[in-house]
């Protein structure tokens, strides 16, 4: 099983809970998953677009209102390099 | 085999930043976008905020346009070193605290040091010739080329026609007969362009996108560095002053009372760093109290909140106060009537 982070971006407004997963995402392996949770709706939209833009996969979005959890598979085209320390 | 130049785009979330990255993309160059966070941004934050703008589908402009484009866009939180911008702005505000031209400045700066922290070639802006009175006249277009350091790296594909060639235009990595010569404030240029590239359901262009352009965000503003007798801030600061309306009383506290639903649930994040009030006997909005008050200024505040609230014309309505300690208790108080609010407390 791929190792998993969590990441709290509730609470944030647009464009924050993208840029904390941004920010995240450039310290992680590719392969690694980023579990985020969210409460600003914006991100139904934002953050797909976000993973398709860099190619990371969106694995699955769970909606629970105002609750929006986004679990994404990293991919290497933005992720740390390879014999990156990883975060701790 | 010719190399493929590389070209980073600022990216507002508007037509004209779009249209310039299009441009550039369609002379073969690889681009990526720049967003820029300062915390001043309209869009976001307060689309974000308030339930009734809900409608249409909410999202970041600038990562739509990056999406509609098919480039990576990147974002970056300028929250502190904005603050420098914004306090000691080397040519001044504009009608308010909008700092427009040294803004411009300092985001094609931070431009110019992605473009050679990551080895592109070249950065592009969508700015045009009048098209805005502070900061895109055409005096001030070398000044920004020249203050941000990025020189005659900069292109302005929109109206690069108008001014002198650059280094990817002397160099051949692109072609300046397919650059324009927009220029003014007409948007006619840019809308015909959009619909030459089938661009639908762009951000409304031109002006309102920050809220230091705003008179009434600018006198909040104001008010918040005269009475902390500093002009430092904090990201929370700038939040609170797009919420709700902002009342001062008295010279040594503020209410902020959320104007709807999708405001209170906001202020609701910041209960624990300010005292705070909420109608019980009546629906009604929640109210932050900034500053330190006594037992009189809490019913005065509480009043004042009681009239925003479905009580207003009851005689007397139920407000529960919480303090920083969460520690709460309840006022009865009669709502104050229009009459007793004077205009000058409105912030």
Redesign the interface.
């Known amino acids: 099983m791929s190792p998993r982070q969590t990441l709290d971006a509730r609470?944030l407004?647009?464009?924050?809970p993208?840029?904390r997963v941004?920010d995240r995402v450039q310290t992680m392996l590719a392969g690694t998953l980023l579990e985020v949770s969210c409460t600003?709706?914006?991100t139904?939209?934002?953050i797909p677009?976000?993973c398709?833009?860099?190619g990371h996969r969106l694995l699955h979005t769970y909606r629970n209102d105002?609750l929006l959890v986004f679990t994404i598979e990293v991919s290497g085209a933005h992720a740390a390099p390879t014999d990156a320390p990883a975060p701790g | 085999m010719t190399k493929r130049r590389k070209a980073v785009a600022l990216i507002s979330g508007g037509l004209d930043s779009m249209l310039a990255a299009r441009v550039i993309l369609d002379q073969g160059c690889h681009v990526e976008g720049l967003?820029f966070?300062t915390g001043f941004?309209v869009?976001?934050?307060t689309?974000?905020?308030r339930q009734r703008e809900?409608k249409p589908?909410?999202?970041?402009n600038?990562?739509?346009v990056?999406?509609e484009l098919?480039?990576?866009?990147?974002?970056v939180?300028v929250v502190e070193e904005y603050k420098h911008v914004l306090i000691h702005p080397k040519h001044g505000y504009g009608a308010n605290l909008n700092p427009c031209l040294d803004c411009k400045s300092f985001m094609v700066r931070k431009g110019y040091e992605w473009m050679r922290a990551n080895e592109f070639d070249f950065l592009i802006t969508g700015e045009v010739i009048g098209q805005r009175p502070m900061s895109q006249r055409r005096g001030t277009m070398p000044v920004i080329a020249r203050e941000s350091g990025a020189g005659d790296r900069l292109v302005r594909p929109l109206c690069a026609k108008h001014l002198a060639p650059t280094l990817p235009e002397r160099e051949g990595w692109i072609d300046r007969d397919k650059l324009y010569a927009f220029n003014g404030r007409s948007r006619k240029p840019q809308i015909a362009l959009a619909a030459k590239y089938d661009f639908k359901d762009y951000a409304q262009p031109a002006g309102g996108c920050c809220f230091l352009t705003d008179k009434q965000y600018s006198a909040k503003l104001r008010d918040l560095w005269r009475t902390r007798h500093s002009r430092d801030y904090a990201l929370d600061d700038i939040?609170l002053l797009k919420v709700g309306r902002h009342l001062r009383p008295r010279p040594h506290f503020k209410l902020i009372i959320a104007r709807e639903q999708g405001e209170s649930?906001?202020l609701e994040?910041y209960r624990y760093q300010f005292t705070h009030l909420r109608t019980i006997s009546h629906p009604g909005p929640l109210a932050l109290v900034d500053g330190e008050v006594d037992t009189d200024d809490l019913r005065l505040a509480a009043r004042l909140l009681a009239r925003f609230s479905k009580g207003r014309l009851a005689n007397t309505v139920h407000v529960q106060i919480a303090g920083h300690n969460q520690a709460s208790w309840t006022m009865e108080v009669a709502p104050l009537t229009p009459s007793a609010i004077p205009g000058h407390w409105y912030l």
Do not use: S, V
């Open positions: 609470h407004l647009c464009p924050l993208l840029i941004q600003d709706p914006g139904l939209h934002d677009t976000w398709r833009l860099y105002p | 967003n966070f941004c869009e976001g934050h689309h974000a905020i809900h589908i909410k999202r970041n600038a990562l739509w990056a999406g098919g480039i990576k866009l990147n974002f939180d939040m649930n906001f994040g």
